[in-house]
């Protein structure tokens, strides 16, 4: 680092990317710190504990935060088992912070992030100046802190997408938020199953976390009667709508398409496509959820919203960051992880170079990094932090090095994030065959599943 060796690199956020990279900043022999929002670690994984990854642990621990543990008497779990969150938090994360030691501070939410005396619009003496962390204690008390460099690992969970398709949150969805939830609702709590048990609840989304809870609200109409789920997508039905199945490397993964699948065959949900919801209604004490064309789904008691997240960039705003306008990530990263374009095969592994911004010393990594893109891993974001400790340490040649093979995703063409493929989509190419032509499913009980024709 070209700053002066005795100020931190900063990092945001415990979360798993943010301890890693204080592992392998430490392991370079830099000087790292972490400021975490929450009275722990893995706050924001602690919040959907309930959830079982589905990578498998030989995926979930990075190499530099186990040479770190391992003074302490760590004993790694089965490399092929699938920890929850909680598990994941409890089992590793917090040892991990705990052997990190006075590198991880509690308690303290980043408020702002700018260079030294210098707003965004100067350019005079600019990259010599530090950076300044506004910083907001539990307590109320405000800190500033001097780093030398910051690494942005705080996450999106606590951003999710709203219900609108056009991106903004839909008329009347501010005004029902007590009957909206935007996280996988945890069954196991009896509260939460009270509020679904017997219920009608539209669950709109198209990916892991909207499968995860059509299985689980599957799961509940089994036990309690008249309990039921509608399925809003805002695409079509295709080969690839329920994800790889067996030709996802990440077998777990693929499964949970495959119980979304089963909850519409078995006739615990219905499924209504090419929905992009505009306004969400009451009549009396049921919902309804109003599309941009019109259609109305009604006769609702609860919705869950599982329309992704994006990344929070309030308290970067004096920085000059080089995003996507799009996806709001990295310029250099969004062509690699743009979901309009990437779903099948890999996502080509990236670190400092594709992570830099026009503003030197700022890095966002982790799932902040991917912005919208829906696709990270946490192996992904562990290669990021290694990467930028590596450049850090003027280690350059380690730095462009690739490290990592991610696992394909078995899932074909784009995301389809519009109901029909673009016209000047390739017919065929790469692993898979053209997506059938979307399917309407009537909602109901009984509703007929979609053939799984064009998938990988």
Not at 180 to 203: E, H, M, N, Q, W
Request: hydrophobic content about 45%.
């Amino acid at each position: 680092m070209s700053e002066a060796s005795d100020l931190p690199v900063l990092v945001i956020g415990a979360g798993p990317i943010g301890l890693a990279a204080a592992a392998h900043l430490t392991e370079r022999g830099l000087n790292a710190l972490v400021l975490e929002a929450g009275p722990a670690a893995a706050v924001a994984v602690r919040e959907w504990g309930h959830v079982r990854l589905f990578s498998p642990w030989a995926e979930l621990v990075d190499p530099a935060a186990e040479k770190i543990l391992a003074p302490t008497g760590w004993a790694r779990p089965d490399g092929a088992a699938y920890p929850s969150g909680a598990d994941w938090a409890e089992l590793y994360l917090q040892p991990l912070a705990d052997a990190l030691g006075e590198r991880v501070r509690y308690n303290a939410r980043v408020t702002g992030v700018a260079r030294a005396g210098r707003d965004r619009v100067v350019d005079a003496g600019r990259a010599d100046q530090p950076f300044t962390v506004h910083v907001t204690h539990a307590d109320g008390q405000e800190e500033r802190i001097t780093a030398a460099v910051v690494i942005d690992a705080s996450g999106t969970w606590s951003t999710p997408s709203p219900l609108g398709a056009d991106g903004l949150p839909a008329i009347g969805e501010s005004a029902r938020a007590a009957r909206i939830s935007y996280r996988v609702p945890d069954l196991k709590d009896p509260a939460v199953r009270a509020r679904y048990a017997g219920r009608r609840t539209a669950v709109v989304g198209s990916g892991a976390s909207a499968f995860t809870a059509l299985a689980a609200l599957a799961g509940l109409a089994v036990q309690e009667a008249g309990t039921h789920a509608v399925w809003i997508l805002r695409r079509g039905i295709s080969g690839s709508t329920f994800g790889g199945g067996s030709a996802d490397q990440l077998p777990a993964r693929g499964a949970l398409g495959q119980a979304a699948k089963a909850a519409v065959d078995d006739g615990h949900a219905g499924a209504v496509t090419g929905f992009r919801t505009a306004a969400v209604e009451q009549t009396g004490d049921r919902l309804a959820l109003v599309s941009e064309d019109g259609r109305r789904v009604g006769e609702l008691d609860e919705i869950i919203v599982l329309t992704g997240l994006r990344p929070d960039l309030s308290f970067l705003a004096e920085l000059r960051l080089g995003l996507d306008d799009r996806l709001q990530a990295p310029a250099a990263l969004a062509p690699l992880i743009d979901p309009n374009q990437h779903s099948c095969g890999t996502v080509y592994p990236h670190g400092v170079r594709e992570l830099s911004h026009p503003e030197q010393g700022v890095h966002l990594v982790g799932m902040k990094s991917y912005g919208r893109a829906p696709t990270f891993l946490a192996m992904t974001g562990y290669e990021q932090v290694r990467s930028i400790a590596a450049a850090l340490a003027g280690d350059l040649e380690a730095a462009e090095r690739v490290e990592l093979t991610l696992p394909e995703t078995g899932v074909c063409g784009g995301a389809g994030l519009f109901d029909e493929p673009a016209a000047d989509q390739p017919a065929a190419g790469g692993c898979c065959a053209v997506p059938a032509a979307p399917e309407v499913l009537s909602i109901g009980l009984g509703a007929p599943a979609p053939s799984a024709t064009g998938g990988c």
